[in-house]
């Protein structure tokens, strides 16, 4: 079938438009810079699943993961950016009810290439404590979520925009991690149910400054619904001393 100029111009024409639309919109003066992140988007949460018993063939779960858009910029607005407002990375906060449970730093670019998407690996505390934690067929803490439901909602309209500017800069005291491609669990404690916002602001890694208003994405990640679901042969089981030898071994399943 053949396709009309015509019709093979608006098909361009579109594809060039649906491009220009994933660089943020950016404005500049002297003093400030006003900037209409895109994309900006959570774009995925699902459920890791975990499996454990004296056999690993029982289901719970693990935790969650939340994958997020990073916004993009032309290459002029990122040399702008870098070299005359001292900004080097997108600092973004993720919140459970009032709680700051992680704060990343992820640089623009990686490997001469600017960052898409971030993915924040959330497990349960059983899991995310330590190796050891994460490899036992019977979970610490007893252990025994499943996690029944996942969903994006979306959340009410708020501020659209981030401005860059001297008015907006503060010190970051806090702890943050600095993106890795292969995202380190967080511990998001014994039960995860609860709704997941994010924050974005403009950062230095450098000097720890963040140089621009934080502005919340536009949906939140929800975990919803857990239940318990008993492990058999895993009943009395306590994560042995990390010293005391092999931790499975020396627990005599089922008793």
């Not at 053949?2 to 649906?18: E, I, K, P």
């Not at 702008?80 to 080097?88: F, K, L, Q, S």
């Not at 190796?131 to 959340?155: D, G, N, W, Y």
Request: a positive charge.
């Amino acid at each position: 079938m053949q396709v009309s100029h015509h019709l093979l111009v608006l098909l361009l024409s579109f594809l060039v438009l649906a491009a220009c639309q994933q660089r943020s919109v950016v404005e500049a003066d002297p003093q400030k810079m006003i900037i209409e992140p895109r994309p900006l988007a959570i774009t995925k949460i699902q459920i890791q699943n975990w499996k454990v018993g004296p056999n690993k063939d029982q289901d719970i779960s693990r935790g969650v993961l939340i994958s997020l858009d990073v916004p993009q910029f032309s290459s002029n607005d990122l040399k702008e950016i870098a070299n005359n407002r001292a900004a080097d990375s997108w600092y973004i906060q993720m919140r459970r009810g009032g709680e700051v449970l992680q704060r990343t730093a992820a640089p623009f670019q990686a490997s001469g290439k600017q960052i898409r998407a971030i993915t924040l690996n959330i497990q349960y505390a059983a899991s995310a404590l330590s190796m050891r934690f994460a490899q036992s067929p019977c979970p610490a803490f007893q252990h025994k979520k499943t996690i029944e439901k996942v969903e994006l909602i979306k959340l009410p309209k708020g501020n659209h925009q981030i401005t860059l500017s001297p008015l907006n800069e503060s010190k970051m005291n806090a702890s943050f991690e600095f993106f890795e491609m292969r995202p380190n669990s967080i511990n998001g404690g014994h039960q995860l149910q609860g709704e997941y916002r994010f924050e974005i602001a403009l950062f230095d890694s450098k000097t720890r400054t963040l140089r621009s208003n934080f502005m919340s994405y536009p949906e939140a990640a929800v975990v919803g619904f857990e239940k318990d679901t008993p492990i058999k042969g895993c009943e009395g089981f306590s994560m042995p001393d990390q010293n005391s030898g092999n931790d499975v071994q020396e627990f005599k399943f089922g008793r």
